[in-house]
């Protein structure tokens, strides 16, 4: 059985083919093919607190390059899952029609808590095949990052159970509200001591994270740049480790590029809001008292196959 994922996020739209291989005792989940692009769903909600008619193209000609990519037909199983843009935007309904409109693509408005759960199902399978070869993370609870476009989710991932919150904070509402890199971090206690207090709740519960996780597109993006990557590749990243000092690094050297040049980077729709996305993860691993954090790429719409055959939608 083959299920399509896809993540409509905040700043990207993410789409998955997964193979669901029954076993005796378990699932297996072969990947097949993927597809991302840059919608930036939530450019001006902070100020206008709707979707604008720029994003709703974009949006709708990314699902139908993704359709084309992934090779989606009428009878194929898709799961789709759109996050904190359309949780927030007063013209949600109307953008979501529109879509089903144009590409017969239906997607469902999950909270942050079902954010939260759905994303952390592949990094635990993830970290579970990491932690075979690297007894360094053979730990029994862990830290997942998730961030978006719009929010931001730390979820305690534990052996019994998980602790999860959803925080309205990502890489296009930083630019958004602070404008500047430099005021951004003028101003980081503000958006930082709702984490904090969040994670000492979950100490005060016995959940104590042993490592760093992150799954989002800023730090996936930084270990390309590290492995100088030309073309992005999910395989080459996954498992890698970043410091805190590779993510200052990395910024330096990108806001040292001319604007073409980091145009030519990463795409139009990404470059002004990279360096709000370092220093943000940055702002997060040093209020944490994270050193280094352990990188991969599954998220949401693989969580979303994933919940799918585990019955959690």
């Keep these: ?48 607190g709707e979707i604008c008619q720029e994003a709703k193209e974009r949006i709708i000609q990314g699902l139908l390059t993704l359709k084309s990519a992934l090779k989606i037909t009428s009878q194929d199983k898709v799961i789709a899952l759109t996050t904190q843009a359309m949780r927030k935007a007063r013209n949600r309904e109307d953008i979501l029609q529109a879509i089903w409109d144009s590409t017969q693509i239906q997607f469902q408005v999950i909270s942050g808590a079902q954010e939260a759960q759905i994303t952390a199902l592949a990094p635990k399978i993830a970290v579970q095949k990491i932690a075979r070869t690297n007894p360094k993370y053979q730990q029994d609870c862990f830290l997942l990052v998730d961030m978006g476009g719009a929010s931001s989710e730390f979820i305690l991932c534990g052996e019994d159970m998980d602790l999860a919150k959803s925080f309205e904070i990502g890489i296009i509402s930083a630019k958004d509200r602070y404008k500047s890199i430099e005021n951004l971090l003028k101003h980081k206690e503000e958006f930082l001591k709702p984490i904090l207090a969040f994670i000492q709740e979950c100490a005060k519960k016995g959940k104590k994270a042993h490592f760093m996780m992150a799954n989002s597109g800023t730090p996936t993006m930084v270990c390309a740049f590290k492995l100088g990557l030309q073309t992005y590749n999910a395989r080459a990243i996954f498992g890698l480790e970043l410091t805190r000092e590779d993510f200052a690094i990395e910024l330096t050297k990108f806001l040292a590029l001319s604007k073409e040049s980091q145009i030519g980077l990463v795409g139009m729709y990404k470059a002004d809001v990279v360096p709000f996305g370092i220093a943000l993860f940055a702002c997060f691993m040093e209020a944490l008292e994270f050193q280094e954090c352990l990188v991969i790429d599954e998220g949401l719409r693989e969580g979303a196959v994933i919940a799918h055959t585990l019955g959690l939608l």
């Design 1 to 48: 059985m083959e299920i399509i994922g896809i993540d409509l996020g905040s700043n990207s739209l993410r789409g998955v083919r997964i193979q669901v291989i029954e076993k005796e005792s378990h699932k297996e989940f072969l990947f097949l093919s993927e597809y991302d692009t840059t919608v930036r769903t939530a450019e001006r909600l902070e100020e206008s």
